[in-house]
């Protein structure tokens, strides 16, 4: 009699400690609805614009398409922008991890402060920011006259564009990696340090594999980021043609000139790698999710 009434008495403490299924979920019709507005609204600012890209770009065929990638400027605007990714994007990974791995697994004065001034970028306009380099290195700024006199160029060339990048996207690998490295805790290091491993060997062998996949994704958020920075770099850049055009800037040029074909043509170029960091962006979200799943089982 009593193996029948133990479980019984469990199921019935199931039922009563399990919420109602109206709590959790949503009727057939309730559902129909948000997923059909969240359909429309992707459809509508999501889908129609890249299908509008790319309509206009061959909208006068495919030899019109490829005349405004024959043009020096669009490959200098192309150029530059991959430039200032692959020197943005390695510095802000540096800053991230070291960021990251220094307030998730240490305390120390100022630990908040850092925490905030990551977050700075994200609270301040991207014009605002290329403002505060015209006043720092422009000619009559704080260092215009010391950058003068060494002939040192930083505003409307090269290092202006790469600083003004970094700045706008540095929080984006720290932002993702602290809380992956606060969720994973610090036992795995203690336990490598007290059998004898360096800081930086531990760093290499445990911490490091442990984020690897989060890593992943941020940098590939940043380097989608700086390559379609548009505000700050436009800022600091000068808008010289040829020069310091990035592909933003060089798709703004051609649209005021009404060259609309060539300048839709050159936004695929930025539609393009948009699709495809969308295509990676899912792929590491699974290994991602994945990594996470496991790290809770154990």
Not at 116 to 125: G, K, W, Y
Not at 177 to 187: F, H
Not at 224 to 244: C, D, N, Q
Request: aromatic content about 12%; proline content about 4%; overall charge negative.
């Amino acid at each position: 009699m009593s193996e029948t009434l133990v479980p019984a008495s469990f199921a019935a403490a199931d039922r009563a400690a399990a919420p109602p299924a109206s709590v959790v979920t949503e009727g057939g019709s309730v559902r129909w609805l948000l997923t059909g507005v969240a359909i429309l609204f992707l459809a509508l600012f999501l889908v129609l614009p890249l299908v509008t890209v790319f309509a206009q770009a061959f909208a006068k065929g495919f030899d019109a398409y490829l005349a405004a990638f024959r043009e020096p400027d669009a490959w200098s605007a192309i150029r530059l922008t991959l430039t200032v990714a692959a020197i943005a994007v390695p510095f802000n990974l540096v800053f991230g991890v070291a960021a990251s791995w220094a307030i998730a697994k240490f305390e120390f004065v100022g630990k908040s402060l850092l925490i905030t001034l990551i977050d700075l970028p994200f609270s301040v306009s991207p014009v605002v920011s290329g403002l505060i380099y015209v006043l720092l290195f422009g000619s009559q700024g704080l260092f215009g006259v010391f950058l003068a006199e060494h002939g040192i160029q930083i505003l409307f060339a090269l290092p202006g564009i790469v600083l003004a990048t970094i700045f706008v996207t540095f929080p984006f690998v720290a932002r993702e990696l602290i809380p992956l490295m606060q969720e994973q805790g610090t036992a795995e290091e203690e336990a490598a340090l007290t059998l004898g491993a360096s800081g930086f060997h531990t760093f290499l062998t445990v911490t490091l594999p442990n984020i690897r996949w989060g890593l992943l994704y941020s940098v590939l958020l940043c380097n989608a980021r700086a390559m379609g920075e548009f505000g700050a770099v436009s800022v600091v850049s000068g808008h010289i043609r040829g020069l310091t055009n990035t592909i933003p800037l060089h798709v703004e040029i051609l649209y005021n000139e009404y060259n609309f074909v060539a300048a839709f043509a050159v936004a695929t170029v930025l539609a393009g790698l948009a699709l495809v960091t969308l295509v990676i962006k899912s792929v590491l979200e699974w290994r991602y999710a994945d990594e996470l799943a496991s790290g809770r089982a154990h």
